[in-house]
């Protein structure tokens, strides 16, 4: 029997909607060639929340057909025509808020009001940040030699391939999406096969705004499969990833088929280094807010932190007890809740694994340190505090991807330099002072793509985001963001012959 193409769902929360189940391409949802599917699964319960169809390489060049095939109208589009467009997506979502908040907690776990409501309402940021930069997309004009005038125009690619994980999954949609439909690209975006449900919901958005049919195509599908079609596909031109640094490989190495242009944001391993003359609770906030939100499962997570010997115990007592009174667990859509469970069972095994690692490695369990069946069915684990750790453990260099933390001690600024920077990764970096010429040398020294002082994990659609070393390749928001959209052409006008 095959799947219908949309089936009624009535959500926890008592919204109901109709979820679609097909592949969005062309501006309608079809059926997968083969006819395979995907189970989503509820974090909290352990149940099936619905299923969806899979898309494999036969699909993939369909969709890319699609897109190619709308490229031809596309390119010639104004930027003013785009930014409308764009414009009328942040109506629809602002219209929409609520409902796509509860099928964003209901497919990833994220607690409904503290997490997931935010997650789309910073989508329509993106979405109005980058409609704002559409007809603002200009080159410039070189003027060098009175025989000849040159000048720049900045293209957009053509097809765009984008691959994006389960943490965000709303979020990562909206990343790529609006400074490339913002470009002038046309564009294939395949969500995780952990979470599909939200972003076909999101698809629906685009017809309605009034996108024209195969400019955005988006499918669910396996990585091993679509995801890796996607990025070998000889007819697309750019691929943007969103994953685990061993999958950023792959996909770079896939790419080189035709040598298409590559971004990349991969994983991490952060540090946050708390000085001994930091703000002691600030420090203590920002450090929760860290490692702690959405699960932990976020890239720049900051999951090592570096106390002074001089503050390290009151901060560990100080860090327990906050996490203790501020991150309540339990079911995405009980109010005040702020920990959900882990998006899946392997995540979940995956984190247990690492806790008893980080156990059998001798670190100090200060708070946590097991799985919490007591807030529901799912995949639900307790924030989790390692103290004591060295270098050289596990739970130090390797990303979790989950609500654990590894503390350690440090005695000088050398120290902790050294300590912060000795990891293959290098997407975030925090530091904690009141000393404003320290604060400034430790941005200077950190190595990573984004330093914050007295804070972490502060994002901002105006500001570049993104890894260095094993973390990425390129930048997503901000006008650095939107410049992974286009290609400059160069245009040499000769003035020589009417002198
Ligand atoms: P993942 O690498 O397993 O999967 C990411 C995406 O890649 C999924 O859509 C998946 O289907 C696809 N994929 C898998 N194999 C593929 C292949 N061979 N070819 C092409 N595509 C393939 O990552 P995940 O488990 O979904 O997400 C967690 C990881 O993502 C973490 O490592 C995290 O740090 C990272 N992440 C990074 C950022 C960032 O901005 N740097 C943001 C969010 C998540």
């Given at each position: 029997m095959s799947l219908p193409l949309e089936y009624e769902v009535t959500l926890p929360s008592g919204a109901k909607f109709n979820q679609p189940a097909g592949l969005f391409i062309n501006n309608e949802f079809v059926e997968s060639i083969n006819k395979k599917t995907i189970e989503s699964v509820n974090p909290s319960t352990g149940e099936i929340n619905g299923s969806v169809y899979a898309a494999e390489s036969e699909d993939v060049d369909v969709a890319v057909a699609a897109a190619r095939t709308a490229f031809k109208l596309w390119r010639k589009s104004t930027g003013v025509e785009r930014g409308n467009l764009l414009f009328k997506m942040v109506a629809l979502m602002e219209q929409e808020l609520e409902l796509l908040s509860d099928i964003e907690a209901w497919d990833s776990?994220?607690?409904?009001?503290?997490n997931a409501y935010g997650d789309v309402a910073e989508c329509i940021n993106v979405f109005k940040y980058y409609a704002g930069w559409a007809d603002k997309i200009q080159g410039k004009v070189i003027y060098q030699d009175p025989k000849k005038l040159a000048y720049t125009v900045h293209e957009p690619y053509g097809v765009c391939a984008q691959i994006i994980p389960w943490n965000y999954p709303m979020l990562m949609a909206a990343w790529k999406l609006a400074p490339a439909l913002a470009a002038g690209n046309c564009v294939v975006l395949k969500s995780s096969e952990i979470t599909p449900l939200s972003i076909l919901y999101f698809a629906t958005l685009f017809k309605r705004a009034g996108f024209?049919?195969?400019?955005v195509n988006i499918i669910s599908g396996y990585g091993a499969t679509a995801g890796k079609a996607m990025a070998g596909?000889?007819?697309?031109?750019k691929v943007a990833f969103t994953g685990s640094t061993a999958t950023g490989r792959l996909v770079q190495q896939l790419a080189t088929s035709n040598l298409k242009a590559v971004t990349l944001e991969c994983g991490g391993k952060s540090p946050l280094v708390v000085r001994a003359d930091a703000d002691l609770d600030q420090a203590v906030k920002w450090a929760a807010i860290g490692i702690m939100s959405n699960m932990g499962q976020i890239c720049t997570s900051t999951s090592r932190i570096y106390v002074h010997e001089d503050v390290y115990e009151s901060f560990l007592e100080k860090f327990a007890a906050h996490v203790t009174a501020e991150y309540q667990q339990g079911d995405?859509?009980?109010?005040?809740?702020v920990v959900g469970p882990q998006v899946s069972q392997m995540q979940f095994d995956k984190i247990m694994k690492y806790i008893d690692i980080g156990k059998s490695e001798g670190a100090?369990?200060?708070?946590g340190g097991e799985a919490n069946p007591s807030a529901g069915k799912g995949f639900f684990i307790k924030p989790t505090v390692f103290a004591d750790v060295k270098p050289s453990f596990r739970i130090v260099k390797e990303?979790?991807?989950?609500p654990v933390v590894a503390v350690g001690k440090f005695s000088t600024d050398e120290e902790a330099l050294e300590l912060a920077n000795s990891t293959e990764y290098g997407l975030g970096a925090a530091i904690f002072t009141k000393d404003l010429v320290k604060a400034h040398q430790f941005a200077a020294d950190l190595q990573a793509g984004q330093i914050w002082i007295n804070s972490s994990n502060d994002s901002d659609v105006h500001i570049p985001f993104g890894g260095t070393k094993m973390s990425g390749v390129g930048r997503e928001l901000g006008e650095y963001g939107l410049q992974m959209y286009t290609e400059t052409k160069a245009v040499h006008v000769n003035l020589g012959s009417v002198l």
């Open positions: 776990g994220k607690p409904r009001d503290s024209p049919p195969g400019v596909h000889l007819d697309v031109d995405m859509f009980q109010d005040n809740v100090r369990v200060v708070l990303e979790i991807f989950g």
